[in-house]
């Protein structure tokens, strides 16, 4: 059975960092795995994506020079570095997977859903 494990969120300050993971398992080959938040009073927006097979990545332009994505396929784990954070990241943030999408940042691509990992930013 697919599933996906976030972890990692939590409370930071300003200008703090945190690292977010997403483990999947069930699969049987090697999915594009996206990052997506849910910011307060906003529709779901993708931040990253990554494809576990090459390792190319994609970021949302919000995020560009502060958020790096990176994968261990050997724990079948991305993980999501977060710098520089300001309030403006609080949200929930979701793993996703899918075989393969032309449109990372379209959630409604997506097949499989983590759970979701709370992250606030306090100013």
């Known amino acids: 059975q697919v599933r996906l494990v976030e972890s990692g969120g939590g409370s930071v300050q300003a200008g703090g960092s945190l690292r977010l993971s997403c483990a999947a398992s069930g699969y049987s080959y090697r999915p594009l795995m996206g990052w997506f938040r849910q910011l307060p009073g906003k529709e779901r927006e993708g931040v990253a994506a990554i494809y576990t097979s090459s390792g190319g990545t994609y970021y949302a332009d919000s995020v560009k020079g502060r958020f790096t994505l990176s994968r261990d396929n050997t724990e079948n784990t991305v993980y999501l570095e977060m710098n520089s954070l300001t309030p403006g990241d609080t949200g929930t943030y979701y793993c996703?997977?899918?075989?393969?999408?032309?449109?990372?940042?379209?959630?409604?691509?997506?097949?499989?859903w983590g759970q979701g990992t709370q992250v606030t930013v306090s100013s």
């Open positions: 996703a997977a899918v075989a393969y999408s032309t449109r990372w940042w379209d959630a409604s691509t997506y097949s499989r």
